[in-house]
């Protein structure tokens, strides 16, 4: 299994960026994916997720109402969309899997996924 995350780069205050995460040799569409960030010197954290069919989303309080996450089950793609970027927003994003057929709902735990991305770096400057 492959997960391989990208769009990363650097942006000013306020902008926005889309980060994508590729997928390969999995099933995509019996996975919920989610999207998470470390930044420097601090724990990862839950970003947000999305569930297997793309119809159910769970985002962290702090991006909810400026990020959104989509996926693309044809493409074996699941994107996050990021915008109103601030400083403090500033990491490195992953992507992973969580095999999930039911309940849907996707969950924000990082021991609850199974596989993961090698991460791109989001900067954003004040």
């Known amino acids: 299994v492959q997960l391989q995350a990208s769009g990363g780069g650097l942006v000013q205050a306020g902008g926005s960026l889309r980060l994508s995460c590729a997928a390969s040799g999995l099933t995509f569409s019996t996975y919920a994916m989610g999207w998470f960030r470390q930044a420097s010197g601090k724990e990862r954290e839950f970003v947000g997720a999305?569930?297997?069919?793309?119809?159910?989303?769970n985002y962290a309080e702090s991006v909810r109402g400026r990020f959104t996450i989509s996926r693309d089950n044809a493409e074996n793609t699941v994107y996050l969309q990021l915008n109103s970027l601030k400083p403090e927003d500033t990491a490195v994003y992953y992507c992973?899997?969580?095999?999930?057929?039911?309940?849907?709902?996707?969950?924000?735990?990082?021991?609850?996924?199974?596989?993961w991305g090698q991460g791109t770096q989001v900067t954003v400057s004040s």
């Open positions: 999305v569930s297997r069919s793309g119809t159910i989303t």
């Open positions: 992973a899997a969580d095999y999930r057929l039911f309940p849907e709902f996707p969950r924000s735990r990082m021991s609850d996924y199974d596989y």
